[in-house]
């Protein structure tokens, strides 16, 4: 594998909301392919409270995107055995915090069944998970629950923070033989980014289990996915006004990890900042961090610093600022990166 | 989607189970007397005949696998031994492309079916796998979990549904399973999309050391069903033949369009939950005795010896085909697993990921070592 960066919007182009993006994925990979069935709850006529499905129903029928009822190990469970019986399910999970009563299902069968088969059933399907803060939202609602997945064996584990990618990962997803737990950042459906569709849709390079750098930088490296995408560009940006040359690793697939691309951006800078949402203990973003150190160790100027979320409930809307990585605190640990040895 | 215009019209009625479970051989090997008038036609003598030979194959499993247990060959085995009504009359009431999915108690079910039988006990002896491809008989692995694979058999049944296929798909359970949220789930989900499936739960009085009492006050399990806008039937499940009808009434109706039903069979496990259990600190040894008089294969002989319908000739050659099942277990689980540690890494992706790779070569270079 190698490091992939981001071709710049073609002029030919046209622009998409993130969540258009995901929209327009379902209904070709449906167009593409009638295995594809799209269910969950309100997907229906309502298009998903998040109007990701916004449409399939009327253009494809009630058999092929359908409302379910309100029980989410029951659209998982089943998932699994239309998996098992030639489909390809692709399910919504509402929130992320709604997606734990299925996680027996996702645990114990999902992530399984190839292995407990000797690979004789495989479940090519996709979990989609509108997951993460930063949009206001009440209780239960705005966690980041990536950890829980990346840490079962057998779970394809994604997280897109671009227009392009939301398309076309899905779209691979939607191929991909083994299960995917697809995280779709919440705060970032409304943003948009222009795209060429056409190329998307050609056969391209794999991006499932490929990070990219998403801004090229010399001094330190930022190592980032998901929600907090934007925030560690943004402080690239703010570290430039200050004359400090960020580069950026978006991963997109926590699991299968890109030790490559990470591993050759940290060599190359030497500093290494991981930002992720999600708390930081027993986090996902821990765990790059030990996977740095351990293969970069010689290359390494400072250890290897963290900005997460704090070790606390998710907070409420008007006190979610103070917990989320920001760009402040982003540049604070970089600046704790040992510049003057 | 579709949902049952019956039961809108007709109101819930229709769908409660008869008043006591359906029997229709008592446990003397006597015709119940007015049997036929329910509905459930006796199960012509052939059937019955092959019902009893499979019976008698599924008690010598279950004492073989019991017995390999004591000697070290497996690692566990959780006992049907006096549920073997129920587990063949499950296998038998399916059709080729239709699919069965147990649990783990069901492996006379599972070898009823036609899997390979030593493969059916891979996991009980202490490999990683299920011991066999579940498209080949079109039986899912053996579930651990409670309850879980009812949804998976919802699925598969939704699935067939939508290709127009006129597949069913019959889910077991035990009685523990029925509070289990999964169980509430599937028979939901399974009502509300009208799919081809048949849920039977084998109520065998005991989840491990509960009793059904603190499961549920429900008048009976079958009586859920109703719940769901689905008929509940209750039935003998020491009674083959009995259960053959009501499972076979069942498979049927789904199979014609009429949606998903809920049987419960009334049985008892005999033996202990599993070899690592102790039954005498729940229950006593006369409620045990009790229950052997209702032995599923011993009615099953009566009955079919008193109708002529099994010879001595017979007889001997059913007891040989359970000694030929018998030994091939015994040779098949006393030959030692091939096992390969570094197996471990290969299924877990379709396409092994890097760190996988990682983990693989850092195995072999211990293996290695160790070998040299």
């Given at each position: ?24 994925a ?14 969950g ?19 494809f029928g ?34 992320d915090?709604?997606?734990y ?11 399984k ?23 206001g ?7 980041s ?21 939301a398309?076309?990962?899905l ?12 995280l ?15 190329a ?13 750098i ?15 995408m ?20 978006d ?24 930002v ?7 986090s ?38 103070y ?13 704790d ?5 | ?16 189970p008869?008043?006591?479970p359906?029997?229709?051989?008592d ?10 008038d ?40 959780p ?6 009504a ?8 399916l ?21 390979e ?11 990683w796998?299920?011991g ?27 699935a ?15 009685d523990?399973?029925t509070s ?55 039935v ?14 069942a ?34 040894d ?39 099942m018998a ?15 570094t ?6 992706y ?21 070998e040299?």
């Amino acid at each position: 594998m190698t490091a992939v960066t981001e071709a710049p919007a073609a002029t030919a182009g046209q622009q998409l909301t993130f969540a258009k993006a995901l929209t327009t994925a379902l209904a070709d990979a449906m167009e593409a392919d009638p295995r594809v069935v799209v269910f969950g709850e309100d997907v229906g006529p309502l298009g998903g409270v998040f109007r990701i499905t916004d449409g399939l129903t009327r253009r494809f029928g009630e058999e092929r995107c359908f409302d379910t009822p309100l029980a989410e190990s029951g659209i998982v469970g089943m998932a699994v055995g239309m998996a098992m019986n030639g489909m390809k399910p692709v399910v919504e999970m509402q929130f992320d915090a709604f997606a734990y009563p299925a996680f027996e299902q996702v645990v114990s069968h999902v992530a399984k069944m190839r292995n407990r088969t000797k690979g004789h059933v495989s479940l090519p399907m996709v979990i989609r998970i509108p997951y993460g803060g930063g949009i206001g939202g009440v209780e239960h609602h705005c966690d980041s629950s990536e950890a829980y997945y990346a840490h079962t064996p057998g779970l394809t584990v994604l997280a897109p923070a671009t227009v392009a990618d939301a398309y076309a990962m899905l779209r691979e997803a939607i191929e991909y033989p083994d299960p995917v737990v697809f995280l779709e950042p919440k705060k970032l459906y409304w943003s948009k980014d222009t795209v060429e569709l056409d190329a998307l849709r050609a056969p391209g390079e794999p991006r499932i289990g490929r990070a990219v750098i998403a801004r090229e930088g010399t001094d330190a490296t930022l190592i980032t996915y998901g929600p907090s995408m934007p925030t560690a560009l943004a402080a690239a940006d703010a570290a430039a006004a200050e004359g400090r040359s960020l580069q950026v690793v978006d991963l997109r697939s926590l699991v299968p990890f890109d030790d490559e691309t990470v591993t050759a951006a940290v060599r190359s800078t030497g500093r290494a900042v991981v930002v992720a949402e999600a708390s930081g203990f027993a986090s996902v973003a821990s765990e790059i961090v030990a996977r740095v150190q351990e293969r970069c160790f010689h290359s390494l100027a400072a250890p290897v610093r963290r900005v997460t979320g704090f070790d606390i409930p998710f907070p409420a809307p008007k006190l979610e600022k103070y917990h989320l990585p920001g760009v402040d605190r982003i540049l604070d640990a970089v600046d704790d990166l040992q510049w003057e040895d | 989607m579709t949902s049952s215009v019956d039961a809108e019209v007709r109101g819930g009625d229709f769908l409660l189970p008869s008043a006591a479970p359906v029997q229709l051989i008592d446990q003397a090997g006597r015709l119940v007397p007015g049997s036929g008038d329910g509905g459930y036609l006796l199960p012509d003598g052939a059937r019955l005949l092959e019902a009893y030979r499979q019976l008698v194959i599924g008690r010598r499993v279950n004492d073989q696998a019991g017995a390999l247990v004591r000697q070290g060959r497996m690692a566990v085995y959780p006992s049907s031994h006096g549920q073997e009504a129920c587990q063949v009359a499950a296998a038998l009431c399916l059709g080729d492309e239709d699919w069965l999915f147990p649990t783990y108690r069901d492996t006379v079910a599972v070898i009823a079916r036609g899997v390979e039988p030593v493969g059916v006990f891979e996991l009980l002896r202490g490999s990683w796998h299920s011991g066999y491809d579940p498209y080949e008989h079109k039986v899912a692995t053996q579930a651990t979990p409670l309850a879980t694979q009812l949804l998976h058999a919802v699925g598969v049944a939704h699935a067939a549904k939508l290709k127009g296929e006129d597949t069913v798909v019959l889910a077991l359970c035990g009685d523990g399973a029925t509070s289990e949220g999964d169980f509430h789930e599937a028979l939901n989900f399974a009502a509300v999309f009208h799919v081809p499936a048949v849920f039977l739960v084998q109520n065998n009085e005991y989840a491990i050391s509960v009793p059904l009492r603190h499961q549920s006050v429900a008048p009976s399990l079958a009586h859920k069903a109703v719940g769901y806008g689905m008929p509940g039937e209750r039935v003998d499940g020491n009674d083959v033949a009995a259960v053959l009808a009501v499972l076979g009434h069942a498979v049927e109706r789904a199979r014609q369009g009429g949606g998903p039903s809920l049987v419960e069979a009334h049985t008892y496990r005999m033996q202990a939950h599993t070899n690592a259990d102790d039954a005498t600190r729940y229950r006593s040894d006369d409620e045990v005795k009790a229950w052997l008089a209702r032995d599923p294969l011993s009615r099953m002989q009566a009955y079919l010896s008193g109708a002529g319908l099994l010879t001595p000739e017979e007889e001997a050659s059913i007891a040989a085909a359970a000694e030929d099942m018998a030994r091939v277990l015994r040779d098949g689980l006393n030959a030692e697993p091939r096992l390969d540690p570094t197996e471990l890494f290969r299924h877990v992706y379709a396409e092994q990921t890097p760190q996988l790779r990682e983990q693989e070569a850092l195995l072999r270079d211990e293996l290695s070592r160790e070998e040299a």
